[in-house]
């Protein structure tokens, strides 16, 4: 078994990467403050060389790439939808000021 507190960590970011990659904002937020405790309390964790404390931060490590991952695309996803706005925006006022 591994420390606790990677426990938790790991607990958390399985939530948080659910609920990015599901689109599931509200979840997603909830996490936020849970994250940041979660990661606070890691300072303090020396990894032992014990196998599981070594395992749980490779999961955790791959679980925050992951949901970073979900996160750009969501970033893409929304900048491309504000693009499409803007250029239906640029046309309905071309059309507004057309002779």
Do not use: W
Not at 15 to 37: G, K, P
Not at 72 to 93: F, M, N, P, W
Request: aromatic letters at 4%.
């Amino acid at each position: 078994m591994s420390d606790p507190r990677l426990e938790a960590a790991l607990s958390i970011a399985r939530e948080r990467y659910q609920a990015i990659a599901t689109d599931d904002d509200a979840a997603f937020e909830a996490t936020l403050q849970a994250h940041a405790d979660a990661c606070a309390a890691l300072e303090g964790v020396v990894p032992t060389a014990g196998e599981a404390d070594v395992q749980a931060m490779n999961e955790l490590l791959a679980l925050e790439t992951q949901t970073l991952a979900e996160i750009a695309r969501v970033t893409r996803e929304t900048s491309a939808r504000i693009g499409v706005l803007r250029t239906g925006g640029k046309t309905a006022a071309a059309y507004r000021t057309a002779p």
